[in-house]
């Protein structure tokens, strides 16, 4: 799922700032890699921290986690366990990062990841999880996530692109994704990894596992089919943008509903989660928050809905599929009718914790000198590729035709420098041109002579017509 959401993002993205989201979510795996082992996991399940609110370091750096029985199930042990939830921290902290796009820095976000991890994410994960979390106590349902991932990194996300700003005016005219073909690979799997992410929630192979990947299935497909009806009413175009929103929309509402409720409640919470997830693409205009890539319309708001459906048609005897949580009470369908003012008020505290804890996180990092997060207009302007990585997810020599369309490291000169300088404009011209560095050179470093090389023809080389080819020069 993470690669997913890299080449997601990448797509969604403008060419100059495509490969920067893939680094982007990439580093981030990395940082909650070391985060969960040094400390996320005990914060989250410690089974000896009371509180109800966050755990304990009872579990620093994986101590006294082997074979024991696990926080999710006694059928499998702490250590896979650990594991288990690590990739959904990985994820969530993935989806997050789409707050970055073309116009935050990489490296302040990676110790913002960091914070937000331990601060934010091992509470939220915490309540619904933990056995003494209070959220589990009151008796939450929250299957896979709706709380810790789809909530925490759908209204994070909000948050921390408030405190980045808007991007400037110029480049959000025409904005639209560079690569529609990459935003159906990282889609496609996602879908494929998240009917892991859900049906592995059940922690077995049971029926209540393929009662979660069925569930998951309807509702993804019955997104994209209604998101792709709503925007053919408008612009009379089936969209495969379109049909991946809706897609995810339905797999974010799966996330914590799936291992609850009967297939055809699946359905009927595919189609209204794709269809209020696509109208709450345009409440980022109302609050002139720009967040780029709607993580709050796909995945708050697909969340909340799946916890919703979760009070009205959460049943027992699915839940009991698995052989083990056999006296769930389930929801309004079981007459457990108290259910819904659970379900509101947990969505009300995970939305209000990510929202307020993320804004404070965010600006007092930004206020630290060095990491602010937002990067300098010039730098938007020339794409965050260019800026902060140094590569490019297209090659701009192909695509631009343009030799020159590149910033170069800062010992080495530009190639229209060199030209003025050789055409007579500077009287140093005898600087030699095997300072010229191409696009594509690893780390900036030349192949001093080499690409100016011209070699004789040989009785080998290729010809057309009877004639030998021209050797092809670079630009200069």
Request: aromatic residues 12%; neutral net charge.
């Amino acid at each position: 799922m993470v690669p997913g959401l890299a080449f997601l993002y990448s797509g969604l993205a403008r060419r100059k700032s495509a490969l920067s989201l893939i680094w982007a979510v990439s580093a981030s795996n990395a940082v909650v890699i070391f985060q969960w082992f040094f400390w996320g996991y005990s914060l989250a399940f410690s089974p000896s921290a009371t509180n109800g609110f966050i755990g304990d370091l009872d579990r620093f750096g994986l101590r006294n986690t082997l074979g024991g029985a696990s926080p999710g199930s006694p059928l499998i042990p702490d250590l896979l366990y650990s594991f288990y939830q690590m990739e959904f921290a990985c994820v969530t902290v993935a989806i997050l990062m789409g707050a970055l796009a073309e116009r935050g820095r990489v490296f302040p976000a990676m110790i913002f990841v960091f914070a937000w991890m331990t601060i934010v994410y091992c509470p939220l994960a915490c309540w619904p999880w933990n056995i003494n979390g209070w959220a589990f106590k009151w008796g939450v349902l929250d299957y896979a996530g709706g709380g810790p991932v789809e909530i925490g990194s759908g209204v994070s996300g909000l948050a921390f692109s408030w405190v980045l700003g808007r991007r400037t005016e110029k480049e959000l005219l025409n904005f639209r994704p560079h690569n529609v073909s990459m935003v159906a690979l990282g889609t496609f799997l996602l879908w494929f990894g998240w009917l892991g992410f859900n049906g592995g929630s059940s922690f077995g192979a049971n029926l209540r596992a393929i009662m979660a990947i069925w569930n998951s299935m309807l509702a993804a497909g019955f997104g994209g089919i209604v998101w792709c009806l709503l925007d053919w009413r408008l612009e009379r175009k089936f969209t495969m943008v379109g049909f991946c929103s809706g897609t995810i929309a339905g797999l974010v509402a799966a996330t914590p509903a799936s291992g609850f409720i009967e297939p055809w409640a699946a359905l009927v919470m595919g189609v209204v989660s794709g269809a209020a997830c696509n109208f709450a693409t345009k409440l980022k205009f109302l609050v002139r928050i720009d967040d780029a890539l709607d993580l709050y319309a796909e995945h708050a708001i697909g969340g909340i809905i799946g916890l919703i459906f979760n009070a009205l048609f959460a049943k027992g005897r699915i839940v009991a599929l698995d052989n083990v949580n056999t006296t769930n009470p389930g929801g309004w369908l079981d007459h457990n009718w108290k259910q819904l003012y659970i379900q509101v008020a947990y969505v009300c505290a995970t939305c209000a914790y990510s929202f307020v804890m993320t804004v404070v996180l965010a600006k007092t990092i930004d206020l630290i000198p060095g990491l602010h997060l937002r990067a300098a207009v010039d730098a938007e302007h020339m794409g965050m590729d260019d800026y902060q990585i140094g590569e490019f997810a297209t090659d701009y020599i192909e695509v631009r035709r343009d030799f020159d369309d590149w910033t170069p490291p800062a010992s080495v000169e530009k190639t229209w420098n060199l030209r003025s300088r050789v055409d007579g404009s500077d009287s140093k011209s005898s600087i030699g041109l095997s300072q010229h560095v191409a696009a594509g050179d690893r780390h900036g470093q030349p192949d001093v002579g080499l690409h100016h090389q011209h070699r004789p023809h040989s009785p080998t080389a290729p010809t057309q017509n009877g004639k030998a080819l021209e050797p092809i020069s670079e630009k200069v």
